[in-house]
């Protein structure tokens, strides 16, 4: 029986998904693939928290249905991180909740938040997520065009001036995946008084807070005096201590907000599993050295990913902040675009990397490239794309005259 389904038919299909089953060919045929695709950490979680997991298991109590708001001690460490970090003050039973990652607290957000036809404004390129997740929910989507030479208050005003209805959120990501771009608290001053006038809500995503390189800490949007008002923020372990796969995030500031994530969340899951909470805490609470260890290693593969890039006859922008690099394609590529490029490259080079068409339209012409391989896999990558930007001009008139393998 065939059905169209309302929610599916307006998913296009997942562009990864082909970069992915490309990636799987190769691999079957024996080929080395040095994957820069996704931004999956390849480092350790630090060894106390580890422990703590371990130890936490041992507990006959522990395996039980957890909360699905999160345990307490969890929340009052994730209060004191905010106090101490951003010197911002969070009621852990009013303005904190434990997600399953941020990606499902703000799936989750959009489903309680939004109604079919509500207008959502998301920066473009973004995080698939930031709009997929209310596409899902019912709502109509506009983008804000984000990178070099956009002004984004202005974007933001017309967007608002030219919406029916008015916007209910806007979605903002800084430093942001995938372009790393940051800003700074001027920045979310503006947009907290933008907000605060039109009354629309800000979902603000500072999943990457601690992977900064030059020296000045990306702020918090609850920063802001009023914030709380208009906004919540949505943060996460995953890269910060290496957690990705632990599935551990939270979602702090505006109460209504959180009431009514804690209230969808209430139907549809227990919370995390209660020894990965209790290890969450475990690394909010204790030694904070791993951060500046990883930070340093990402700092490290930045500059040799930037460096080999260059010699290659490639440049492309030092990041200054995230685990991401964000960069136009070579010039000889511009006409045949970022996908077909990512496909090319994965082929010629053995080099998987993310075409930038999978983050919005306005990621056309750009790839993402991931810095979750160590440095001596990075220097072999950027040999063969040294190799393969020398084959460019075949290879793209093998493609135009359909002769390519």
């Given at each position: 029986?065939?059905?169209?389904?309302?929610?599916?038919?307006?998913?296009?299909?997942?562009?990864?998904?082909?970069?992915?089953?490309?990636?799987?060919?190769?691999?079957?045929?024996?080929?080395?693939?040095?994957?820069?695709?996704?931004?999956?950490?390849?480092?350790?979680?630090?060894?106390?928290?580890?422990?703590?997991?371990?130890?936490?298991?041992?507990?006959?109590?522990?395996?039980?249905?957890?909360?699905?708001?999160?345990?307490?001690?969890?929340?009052?460490?994730?209060?004191?991180?905010?106090?101490?970090?951003?010197?911002?003050?969070?009621?852990?039973?009013?303005?904190?909740?434990?997600?399953?990652?941020?990606?499902?607290?703000?799936?989750?957000?959009?489903?309680?938040?939004?109604?079919?036809?509500?207008?959502?404004?998301?920066?473009?390129?973004?995080?698939?997520?930031?709009?997929?997740?209310?596409?899902?929910?019912?709502?109509?989507?506009?983008?804000?065009?984000?990178?070099?030479?956009?002004?984004?208050?202005?974007?933001?005003?017309?967007?608002?001036?030219?919406?029916?209805?008015?916007?209910?959120?806007?979605?903002?990501?800084?430093?942001?995946?995938?372009?790393?771009q940051v800003v700074d608290l001027d920045f979310y001053r503006e947009i907290v008084a933008f907000a605060r006038k039109y009354e629309i809500y800000i979902l603000s995503d500072l999943a990457y807070a601690e992977i900064y390189f030059d020296g000045t800490p990306p702020p918090s949007?609850?920063?802001?005096?009023?914030?709380?008002?208009?906004?919540?923020?949505?943060?996460?372990?995953?890269?910060?201590?290496?957690?990705?796969?632990?599935?551990?995030?939270?979602?702090?500031?505006?109460?209504?907000?959180?009431?009514?994530?804690?209230?969808?969340?209430?139907?549809?899951?227990?919370?995390?599993?209660?020894?990965?909470?209790?290890?969450?805490?475990?690394?909010?609470?204790?030694?904070?050295?791993?951060?500046?260890?990883?930070?340093?290693?990402?700092?490290?593969?930045?500059?040799?990913?930037?460096?080999g890039l260059a010699d290659g006859g490639w440049d492309i922008p030092s990041p200054a902040a995230t685990m991401f690099a964000w960069g136009r394609i070579p010039e000889i590529w511009r006409d045949i675009g970022s996908m077909e490029f990512t496909k090319q490259l994965l082929k010629?080079?053995?080099?998987?990397?993310?075409?930038?068409?999978?983050?919005?339209?306005?990621?056309?012409?750009?790839?993402?490239?991931?810095?979750?391989?160590?440095?001596?896999?990075?220097?072999?990558?950027?040999?063969?794309?040294?190799?393969?930007?020398?084959?460019?001009?075949?290879?793209?008139?093998?493609?135009?005259?359909?002769?390519?393998?």
């Amino acid at each position: 029986m065939e059905q169209d389904f309302y929610r599916i038919k307006r998913l296009p299909p997942y562009v990864f998904a082909e970069v992915n089953a490309m990636k799987a060919k190769e691999r079957a045929a024996g080929a080395d693939i040095i994957d820069f695709g996704m931004g999956n950490p390849d480092l350790v979680p630090p060894q106390h928290v580890i422990d703590k997991l371990t130890e936490t298991l041992k507990n006959p109590k522990v395996h039980r249905y957890s909360t699905s708001r999160g345990i307490p001690g969890l929340r009052r460490a994730l209060s004191a991180y905010y106090a101490r970090r951003f010197m911002v003050d969070i009621d852990p039973e009013s303005e904190s909740i434990v997600t399953l990652g941020s990606k499902e607290g703000l799936a989750n957000l959009a489903q309680a938040i939004t109604a079919p036809g509500d207008v959502i404004l998301v920066p473009n390129p973004s995080y698939p997520i930031h709009h997929f997740g209310f596409i899902i929910a019912g709502a109509t989507i506009r983008h804000l065009p984000v990178g070099t030479g956009q002004d984004f208050i202005e974007e933001l005003t017309n967007a608002v001036k030219h919406s029916i209805p008015k916007p209910t959120a806007l979605v903002i990501n800084f430093p942001s995946n995938p372009t790393a771009q940051v800003v700074d608290l001027d920045f979310y001053r503006e947009i907290v008084a933008f907000a605060r006038k039109y009354e629309i809500y800000i979902l603000s995503d500072l999943a990457y807070a601690e992977i900064y390189f030059d020296g000045t800490p990306p702020p918090s949007i609850l920063q802001v005096p009023g914030a709380k008002d208009v906004a919540i923020e949505f943060t996460s372990l995953s890269k910060t201590y290496s957690m990705a796969g632990w599935r551990m995030g939270f979602a702090v500031g505006n109460r209504e907000l959180i009431a009514a994530l804690t209230r969808v969340k209430s139907y549809v899951d227990y919370g995390a599993f209660t020894p990965i909470q209790v290890a969450a805490t475990a690394a909010l609470n204790g030694p904070q050295d791993y951060i500046d260890y990883a930070r340093g290693v990402y700092k490290s593969r930045r500059d040799v990913l930037v460096r080999g890039l260059a010699d290659g006859g490639w440049d492309i922008p030092s990041p200054a902040a995230t685990m991401f690099a964000w960069g136009r394609i070579p010039e000889i590529w511009r006409d045949i675009g970022s996908m077909e490029f990512t496909k090319q490259l994965l082929k010629h080079a053995h080099v998987a990397v993310s075409p930038g068409e999978g983050f919005g339209e306005y990621g056309e012409g750009f790839v993402r490239i991931a810095l979750v391989e160590n440095e001596q896999r990075i220097r072999q990558a950027t040999r063969n794309i040294k190799k393969f930007m020398a084959d460019s001009p075949q290879i793209i008139a093998r493609l135009t005259k359909g002769t390519a393998p």
